[in-house]
């Protein structure tokens, strides 16, 4: 009988915070006021005056693929002397595993329990974004998407005033291999520029080279095929985790190919990167441009069981680059604090001194990280996944914690000692544990649909609040499905 009341309390509690939250965001994640002015952040915000911005996702790139990340191969060396001239962020996280959910969180500064924008779900109808937050401030705001999880269709970006995929050039793209390359994107985006070169615009660009399917040129695929991949060490699942059916089915081919191939991606990626960059250098706008290239997740290689991404919270699957190229490649130079992708939305707002409502984000603002003025912006970020179960990190710099959607698994590592996160330790540490698990308890309690579920395996999760499901048309459904995100 006791037992059952505790339950019965247990649920009106919930039930009392799920409609406070529906109502209302908590203001614990407020970045505050815009950042005080001091010598640096003059100079940062002076170099930035009039600028336009173009932020880049090359999909589905892991950082430590990246040269400039410490990548022995060649894979991407236009990147890396652009990270010469740019702020370089070595410890940036995506908020979600997977395309669509953390795109929303790019935009919104919003965790996915927040924009509520994954699956079938759109964002929220008045969000606050990126593209509405300047073209309130005067930028013209344009998506070139080569991704259908990042675009209109799906949901996200429909704020934007021009928004261009494939389908817009002549001829028209005519399979959905085509629709991946970079090209005819590049080829959009010159267009564009040559009629809007003296407007003050936002553009986002996402391309989708590294992700598969892997159609790089012939020149790009010899460079690593037949070779053994640096540092590569196969695992398995540390839990009973439900999808290795799945993955036993996903068509790729064996490894360690499957990885030259990727690398061999992400060089045309990293093409792809150059010729934006020649664009904007060639109509006179490098030096008038914040360029901002980062990613919106990783790729796993069976490192701990898991292939491709969706799937996972490892840093194989959520540690992105993040290089902000300002313009004149002022203040260059390497920024050590963890940072994750909700930071973006108010780090453009505080550089360029434009008021946005704080009360709307999750963020934090890195202008003091770039102005020296601090050494960290978190002390955690927290990131999630998709799964059976789905799973979510809490993420320091020392110590990650995993927890599981079931409410009962639970992984700690010691990222000094076990970088790799291969040895869980939650049993050696618990006093860590569950300091870590009280910084996800407050996370939760502060979302609009808090996960509670990842912490008592007896509380069913809350139903999704809002706006319902997008119906997708059958040719955006089948791009979805030759992309792997639809089985």
Same mark, same amino acid.
């Given at each position: ?51 336009s911005i173009?932020?880049?996702?090359i ?39 997977m ?21 079938? %779900?759109?964002?929220?109808?008045g ?6 937050g ?15 999880n ?16 494939q389908t ?10 085509e ?16 009629k809007?070169?003296?407007?003050r615009?936002?553009?986002?660009v ?15 695929t ?8 640096p540092a ?6 540390e839990?009973?985790?439900?999808? %290795? ?10 490894l360690?190919?499957?990885? =030259? ?7 045309f ?10 664009l904007?250098?060639e ?35 959520l540690?992105?680059?993040l ?7 002022t ?35 890195l ?8 050494e %960290?912006?978190?002390?955690v ?8 179960p789905?799973?979510?990190v809490?993420?320091g ?8 959607? =079931? ?31 009280a ?7 502060n ?6 579920e ?26 979805? %499905? ?6």
């Amino acid at each position: 009988m006791r037992r059952l009341l505790w339950v019965l309390g247990g649920l009106v509690l919930v039930a009392g915070l799920y409609w406070v939250l529906r109502h209302k965001l908590s203001e614990r994640f407020e970045p505050g006021e815009l950042t005080p002015g001091d010598p640096v952040v003059d100079v940062l915000r002076e170099s930035v005056r009039d600028a336009s911005i173009v932020l880049v996702v090359i999909d589905a790139a892991r950082a430590d693929h990246v040269g400039c990340y410490g990548y022995p191969r060649e894979t991407t060396p236009n990147i890396d002397e652009l990270a010469r001239e740019s702020l370089v962020f070595r410890r940036h996280f995506a908020q979600y595993a997977m395309t669509k959910p953390s795109t929303a969180s790019l935009f919104t500064s919003q965790h996915a329990d927040t924009h509520l924008a994954y699956g079938s %779900r759109p964002l929220l109808e008045g969000a606050f974004t990126l593209a509405g937050g300047l073209q309130a401030a005067g930028f013209a705001t344009v998506m070139f998407s080569s991704n259908p999880n990042a675009a209109p269709a799906t949901g996200l970006g429909s704020d934007f005033q021009e928004v261009y995929d494939q389908t817009h050039v002549e001829p028209l793209v005519k399979n959905w291999e085509e629709f991946t390359l970079p090209r005819p994107l590049l080829s959009l985006i010159e267009s564009w520029l040559e009629k809007n070169a003296r407007k003050r615009f936002f553009a986002y660009v996402h391309f989708d080279p590294p992700h598969q399917p892997y159609l790089q040129p012939d020149e790009m695929t010899e460079m690593f095929a037949g070779q053994e991949p640096p540092a590569f060490e196969r695992g398995r699942f540390e839990f009973p985790v439900g999808d %290795r059916e799945l993955l036993a089915r996903s068509l790729h081919p064996p490894l360690p190919e499957w990885i =030259n191939l990727y690398d061999a991606n992400l060089r045309f990626a990293d093409w792809a990167v150059a010729e934006l960059v020649r664009l904007l250098a060639e109509a006179d706008l490098l030096e008038e441009t914040v360029l901002v290239v980062t990613s919106d997740h990783g790729e796993a290689f069976g490192e701990h069981g898991y292939l491709w991404h969706e799937r996972g919270v490892y840093d194989e699957l959520l540690h992105v680059p993040l290089l902000v190229r300002l313009p004149g490649g002022t203040g260059a130079g390497e920024i050590a604090g963890l940072t994750q992708t909700i930071d973006l939305l108010p780090t453009v707002f505080d550089v360029l001194g434009v008021p946005y409502p704080a009360g709307e984000t999750q963020g934090t603002s890195l202008l003091p990280l770039m102005a020296g003025l601090q050494e %960290r912006a978190h002390d955690v970020i927290i990131a999630g996944s998709d799964g059976d179960p789905p799973s979510y990190v809490v993420r320091g710099e020392d110590w990650a914690l995993m927890l599981w959607g =079931n409410g009962e698994w639970r992984g700690l590592y010691d990222l000094r000692s076990d970088p790799g996160q291969r040895h869980n330790v939650i049993e050696d540490h618990p006093a860590v544990g569950e300091q870590m698990l009280a910084e996800f308890r407050r996370f939760a309690l502060n979302q609009r649909r808090p996960p509670l579920e990842f912490l008592d395996p007896d509380v069913e999760p809350l139903p999704v609040p809002g706006e319902g499901t997008l119906e997708l048309d059958a040719e955006v459904e089948r791009q979805l %499905r030759a992309l792997g995100y639809v089985r």
